[in-house]
C-alpha cells in the first residue's frame, strides 16, 4: 500500500494541525511553516498527488473551498493575498498532496522558501479562532 502524505496524516488526525475549516471532502489549516502569519493550506481528502490527476468537478469543488477560505482570511486578516498552487517538485512541490496555499499579504516583504515568518507567543490561537469557520 502506498505510504500516506503528511496531509492524509493530518485528515486521519494521526498527526495535529491548525484547522480552520472541514467538511468530508476537504480540510483547511495553518501552513506549519508560514510565508506570512495566517498562511493557510487546502486540501482535498482524497490524495491526489497534483492537480493533473483530479477530475475536474473534484477541482471545482476544490476552489468552491478556496474562494471560502481567501474570503475568510481576507475579511479577518485584511492586505492583500497570494493564492498558490505547486505541481511536481520542478514547480516548488513538496508534499505530494494536492492542495492551495492562501497566503495573506500584510508584511512589505517578498516571499521565499523556507518560509521564516514566526508567530508570537499566543498569537497562532488568536489568528486561528478569528479565521475559524
Ligand atoms: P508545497 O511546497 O507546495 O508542497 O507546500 C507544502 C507545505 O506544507 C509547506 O508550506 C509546508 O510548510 C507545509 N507543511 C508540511 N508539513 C506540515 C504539517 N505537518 N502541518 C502543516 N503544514 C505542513
Do not use: C, W
Request: negative net charge; charged residues 35%.
Amino acid at each position: 500500500m502506498k505510504e500516506k502524505t503528511i496531509f492524509e496524516k493530518i485528515i486521519d488526525r494521526e498527526i495535529s494541525s491548525d484547522i480552520i475549516y472541514e467538511d468530508d471532502r476537504h480540510i483547511a489549516f495553518l501552513d506549519i511553516f508560514p510565508f506570512e502569519k495566517g498562511h493557510v493550506l487546502v486540501v482535498p481528502k482524497k490524495a491526489y498527488e497534483t492537480i493533473f490527476g483530479m477530475p475536474e468537478d473534484e477541482f471545482l469543488d476544490l476552489q468552491k473551498i478556496v474562494f471560502k477560505v481567501v474570503n475568510k482570511v481576507h475579511q479577518k486578516l485584511g492586505g492583500g493575498l497570494n493564492i498558490l498552487q505547486n505541481n511536481y517538485k520542478i514547480a516548488g512541490q513538496v508534499v505530494p498532496h494536492v492542495h492551495f496555499h492562501i497566503i495573506p499579504r500584510n508584511e512589505d516583504k517578498k516571499l521565499y522558501y523556507p518560509s521564516d515568518a514566526k508567530y508570537e507567543e499566543g498569537e497562532k490561537e488568536k489568528i486561528l479562532e478569528k479565521i475559524k469557520f
